[in-house]
Nanobody, 124 residues
Framework: QVHLVESGGGLVQAGGSLRLSCAAS????????MGWFRQAPGKEREFVAA????????YYADSVKGRFTISRNNAKNTVYLQMNSLKPEDTAVYYC?????????????????WGQGTQVTVSS
């Protein structure tokens, strides 16, 4: 089993920044991709960003492109999401997810393990 634990969420004013972390533990794989998704109240969960095993390939939702940056530290089994210029519409529970294999995915069905989520609230 794989355990994913997110941290770094909180309350921030519009225009501010937060850095989310997701630490993986338990069963290990030779390679895995990681993704971030979010779910706002009353809405479906949506893709935010993903990163492949090497860290060289990343992909972002149009809504966060240029504001969010995904990165990873394989030695620490941790993925990060740096969120800048936050907007009230970024308010959501943010989930990290792990996909076996080196290549990233942008849909939920591509991921095998999920964290419990961390709340991000952006006030106007």
């Amino acid at each position: 089993q794989v355990h994913l634990v997110e941290s770094g969420g909180g309350l921030v004013q519009a225009g501010g920044s937060l850095r989310l972390s997701c630490a993986a533990s338990g069963r290990t794989f030779s390679s895995y991709a990681m993704g971030w998704f979010r779910q706002a109240p009353g809405k479906e969960r949506e893709f935010v960003a993903a990163i492949g095993w090497s860290g060289g390939d990343t992909y972002y939702a149009d809504s966060v492109k240029g504001r969010f940056t995904i990165s990873r530290n394989n030695a620490k089994n941790t993925v990060y999401l740096q969120m800048n210029s936050l907007k009230p519409e970024d308010t959501a529970v943010y989930y990290c997810a792990l996909k076996r294999g080196p290549f990233l995915a942008t849909t939920e069905i591509g991921y095998d393990y999920w964290g419990q989520g961390t709340q991000v609230t952006v006030s106007s």
